[in-house]
């Protein structure tokens, strides 16, 4: 019996990354671009999108830069009709990559902290899903939607990431709604959530905390690579049929 393969070209392709300036969102926004994707890689920071896209470029991707603040509304909306403008062609694939941490008790949380988490961790990509969606429903393209939830929307260990982890609760529960709203209109959205894994976020993390690996079955921390094949087989026509999932990538470490 010959053994299925599972196809990965995603050449031509228009691809949105959030949070591409570091992390997870970077070896994402790298993944993509070399299975064939035109990326546009969306942040803060002009320089390390500068940095992202001349890396990406210079092993013969096309990638193109989008400063983008995810709690600046109007932005956000705005977004996918930037990308189409630069690439020439609707978001077929978004990654709502974008995330901040809280990183203090919940009962101590200033209102600005609650509204830039709020912000930037649900309401942005909720907005960012809704308008790329909407793009690809008036020329009746289908699609892939991608949001980066948590283990922490499944698992809370009380370490002052509360507000943190019922945005990455919600990202599930958009998750799955969405993708009944438009599964009629073949845009698929599903969903990673990732365990502790190498990134910026987890740096701050474990400078506040010190190394809790050990706790872990495997006693070790994630490497982004390892996230590469859930994110290829969600975007690839493997998983045509598999939309309102959220796959957990956490290494055992929530079963702890």
């Not at 989008?66 to 990308?83: E, F, I, S, W, Y």
């Amino acid at each position: 019996m010959t053994q299925p393969t599972i196809p990965t070209d995603l050449d031509g392709q228009v691809a949105l990354v959030t949070g591409a300036t570091s992390g997870l969102g970077r070896r994402f926004a790298d993944v993509l671009a070399d299975a064939g994707a035109r990326v546009a890689i969306a942040g803060r920071r002009l320089e390390r999108l500068e940095e992202v896209a001349k890396e990406i470029e210079g092993r013969g991707g096309v990638c193109v830069k989008l400063p983008l603040d995810m709690t600046d509304r109007d932005a956000v909306k705005a977004a996918p009709g930037q990308v189409e403008e630069m690439l020439g062609a609707p978001v077929q694939i978004l990654l709502n990559n974008a995330g901040i941490p809280d990183a203090q008790r919940a009962h101590k949380m200033s209102l600005d902290l609650i509204d830039a988490v709020i912000d930037t961790n649900l309401r942005g990509p909720y907005i960012l899903a809704c308008e790329v969606a909407r793009r690809l429903i008036e020329v009746e393209q289908p699609g892939r939607i991608v949001n980066i939830s948590s283990i922490g929307a499944y698992s809370y260990a009380g370490i002052g990431a509360a507000l943190y982890s019922i945005t990455k609760s919600a990202i599930v529960r958009m998750t799955e709604t969405l993708a009944v709203e438009w599964a009629r209109n073949h845009i698929n959205v599903t969903g990673i959530a990732p365990g502790s894994f190498e990134s910026e976020m987890m740096d701050g993390m474990l400078e506040r905390m010190g190394d809790f690996s050990g706790s872990f079955p495997r006693k070790r921390i994630g490497r982004p690579d390892q996230l590469d094949s859930t994110l290829l087989y969600l975007v690839s026509p493997a998983s045509e049929c598999v939309t309102g999932t959220v796959i957990k990538v956490d290494d055992g470490q929530s079963t702890r």
